[in-house]
């Protein structure tokens, strides 16, 4: 059963430290996106990729966040240094989305980030 | 930037009762999704549209791509406890810098009694 997989799911941090989220899209899908959700934000694009290269970060704060993809099996998303506002639910997506295409993503099950 | 409207923000319906949502936009899509969110859970699709006009459905679940391109309806009938969660809606923009990028709506959380 092809899925997304996120980890970790759950981090609690100190404010100051460093975070990295990572992903493992579904086999064969060649758009990895990375999603914030805060009650007050709704979902939120932070950046996202096109065969491993970056298309669009423009949603993400970049003097303390930065997201990679090394090869097609790892998404990262890397926070440093981290604060209590990152405080979040990140989710990666991934799918074959574009002009002509079923558009449909796929989500992971997010993880929770809790910075004190 | 594009923007989605999505309404009502929440709802607390009885079971067995219809649900309706929908979502707008400021620009024309080309393409709207209906997901939804179980808690501690990620978005799942539910429903994909792709053609103005479009109406289709998935169980107890219809929804419309509206003609206009710019608006989407979500309608739920005899709802049951299980459809609580947060729907949201997703559209994609027609432009090539925006074909690649979904844009969701805020979401409506959707709570049942019995």
């Known amino acids: 059963d092809a899925r997304v997989t996120q980890t970790p799911r759950h981090k609690v941090t100190e404010m100051g430290q460093e975070v990295t989220m990572r992903c493992q899209p579904i086999?064969?899908?060649?758009?990895v996106f990375w999603y914030r959700q805060t009650m007050m934000q709704g979902l939120e694009l932070l950046a996202y990729?096109?065969?491993?290269?970056?298309?669009?970060d423009s949603g993400m704060p970049k003097d303390r966040f930065s997201a990679e993809m090394p090869d097609a099996t790892l998404a990262t998303l890397k926070i440093q240094p981290s604060e209590p506002r990152d405080s979040a639910v990140y989710f990666c997506?991934?799918?074959?989305?574009?002009?002509?295409?079923?558009?449909?993503?796929?989500f992971g099950e997010g993880s929770r980030l809790t910075v004190l | 930037g594009q923007q989605l409207n999505q309404s009502p923000q929440s709802m607390f319906i009885q079971e067995g009762e219809d649900v309706s949502m929908n979502c707008t936009s400021s620009?024309?899509?080309?393409?709207w999704l209906w997901y939804k969110q179980d808690p501690g859970e990620g978005p799942v699709l539910l429903i994909a549209?792709?053609?103005?006009?479009e109406l289709t459905s998935n169980g107890r679940l219809t929804a419309q791509f509206g003609i206009t391109r710019k608006d989407s309806f979500l309608n739920i009938s005899a709802s049951i406890p299980s459809d609580v969660g947060i729907y949201f809606c997703?559209?994609?923009?027609?432009?090539?810098?925006?074909?690649?990028?979904?844009?969701f709506g805020t979401g409506t959380r959707l709570q049942v009694t019995l």
């Open positions: 997506a991934s799918g074959f989305p574009g002009t002509g295409t079923t558009g449909e993503l796929f």
């Open positions: 086999l064969g899908h060649n758009t």
């Open positions: 990729f096109r065969n491993r290269a970056p298309l669009d």
């Open positions: 620009s024309i899509f080309n393409t």
């Open positions: 549209l792709y053609k103005a006009g």
């Open positions: 997703a559209g994609r923009g027609i432009n090539t810098g925006t074909a690649s990028k979904l844009t």
